[in-house]
């Protein structure tokens, strides 16, 4: 189905009048067309300063086969522009731009590059229009006049991102992410942000690690403190054992000898993975690393050979994430 794009502006008089009225004559002249707009646009004058403002209407016309040819649609838009407004010229004597009662643009045909006096197609200063780039995103999302794909941001319906009640309502993956006395509070909040995004269980404080509510953590958890089930115990090796005891599997995040690359680190089947994350400078308690039944590094090659804590947690539980779904 191939889709002529057009741009309709005017800056006098009833500006939204004569727009309806070029509308409704497009219609009549293609009635087999499917005719889309976007929702108008309004906008200083370009090109020339006038104290009216523009508003401009993005219409879509998606031919059901065979479409006029390029100058023969020119044609006929000129001649609806005429029938809106007998004085619409949009030029001055001089070339200059002007104010007008209706001005209506091609601004891209499918399938079509040409460029001749007439016209040229896609319009030559299409990108550099926001009038023009707004409806043309809503009518084409993805369109540039350059022949390129313009990827736009998701926005929040887009992301379809789940309500506090219904995040905490629904099938968590099998981790938790038990932290041994994490000094930094910000350290803390990222860890809840990360542990919300892969929908981890439940997240366990421990020692020094401080709790919510706070400021602090809030500022880097966005509210995830909210969503992420959380609960504290005095040391690590309370939590270990009451994890054990649920039928959590330890398993540590820390350089030793014989730890396994991430990579290749897949649970056993049915295993809920009980993830210890260290301190920032001691890392995990020598003591809790032996209790823990595997080992995980994450390969680097840089001079440091080490990450922020938050920044590990992060990368583990997208390996832990992928190998869940």
């Known amino acids: 189905m191939p889709t002529a794009y057009l741009n309709i502006g005017s800056n006098r008089g009833d500006r939204q009048s004569f727009i309806n009225k070029a509308i409704c004559l497009i219609h009549e002249a293609w009635p087999a067309a499917v005719l889309r707009t976007a929702p108008p646009v309004e906008s200083p004058s370009w090109g020339f300063d006038s104290p009216l403002t523009f508003l401009n209407v993005g219409v879509a016309l998606d031919f059901d086969g065979e479409m006029p040819e390029p100058l023969t649609l020119l044609h006929s838009l000129q001649d609806i522009e005429k029938a809106v407004s007998a004085d619409s010229p949009h030029r001055n004597p001089d070339g200059t731009y002007r104010d007008r009662d209706i001005d209506i643009d091609i601004i891209d045909i499918d399938g079509v590059r040409m460029q001749t006096p007439e016209l040229t197609v896609p319009h030559p200063r299409a990108d550099a229009r926001r009038f023009v780039t707004v409806p043309m995103q809503y009518l084409c999302p993805g369109w540039s006049a350059a022949g390129t794909t313009v990827r736009l941001k998701k926005n929040i319906a887009d992301l379809a991102r789940d309500s506090v009640d219904s995040f905490r309502a ?85 350089q030793v000898h014989g730890s396994v690359p991430l990579q290749e680190y897949s649970p056993a089947p049915g295993q809920r993975t009980a993830l210890i994350v260290g301190n920032e400078v001691a890392g995990v308690d020598p003591a809790i690393v032996a209790r823990c039944s595997a080992f995980l590094e994450i390969p680097q090659a840089g001079t440091k050979h080490s990450l922020n804590v938050a920044v590990s947690t992060a990368v583990a539980l997208w390996h832990l994430f992928s190998k869940y779904l």
């Open 170 to 254: 629904k099938p968590k993956t099998p981790v938790a992410v038990v932290l041994d006395n994490i000094r930094s509070l910000n350290n803390i909040g990222s860890i809840f942000r990360t542990s919300d995004a892969f929908a981890v269980a439940e997240v366990v404080l421990c020692g020094i690690s401080a709790t919510p509510p706070s400021p602090e953590i809030h500022k880097t958890a966005l509210g995830a403190e909210e969503s992420v089930a959380w609960r504290y115990f005095d040391t690590t090796a309370a939590a270990v054992d009451a994890l054990t005891d649920e039928g959590w599997t330890p398993v540590c995040l820390e």
